[in-house]
Nanobody, 126 residues
Framework: QLRLVESGGGLVQSGGSLRLSCTAT????????LGWFRQAPGKEREGISC????????RYAEPVKGRFTISRDNAKNGWYLQMDNLKPEDTGIYYC???????????????????WGQGAQVTVSS
């Protein structure tokens, strides 16, 4: 059974940067489409990015386009979300997710992903 462990959340001022990491144990990520979701207080979980199996294709939700970068390292069995120029509205719990739909088609909804990390709090102060 694949297990995902996240790290890298924290508190940052508006305009700052954070990098989230997600590492898998119990199986290889090679065959999976991977994603990042976030959930703001009082809101539903939303997909913000995904990456194809060999890292050739990526997608971003409009609110984070141009500021966030997803990447993966299959050799390390992990993937990452570099978040730059953070804004207060980026505050929320961020989740990594694996085994989602074809990233070339779209990020997908939460119920389309099989495996989830524990979540990492990201707080952006103004």
């Amino acid at each position: 059974q694949l297990r995902l462990v996240e790290s890298g959340g924290g508190l940052v001022q508006s305009g700052g940067s954070l990098r989230l990491s997600c590492t898998a144990t119990g199986g290889s990520l090679d065959k999976f489409f991977l994603g990042w979701f976030r959930q703001a207080p009082g809101k539903e979980r939303e997909g913000i990015s995904c990456i194809a199996r060999r890292g050739g294709g990526t997608r971003y939700a409009e609110p984070v386009k141009g500021r966030f970068t997803i990447s993966r390292d299959n050799a390390k069995n992990g993937w990452y979300l570099q978040m730059d120029n953070l804004k207060p509205e980026d505050t929320g719990i961020y989740y990594c997710a694996a085994d989602g739909p074809f990233c070339e088609i779209g990020i997908g909804s939460p119920n389309e992903y099989m495996f989830w990390g524990q979540g990492a709090q990201v707080t952006v102060s103004s």
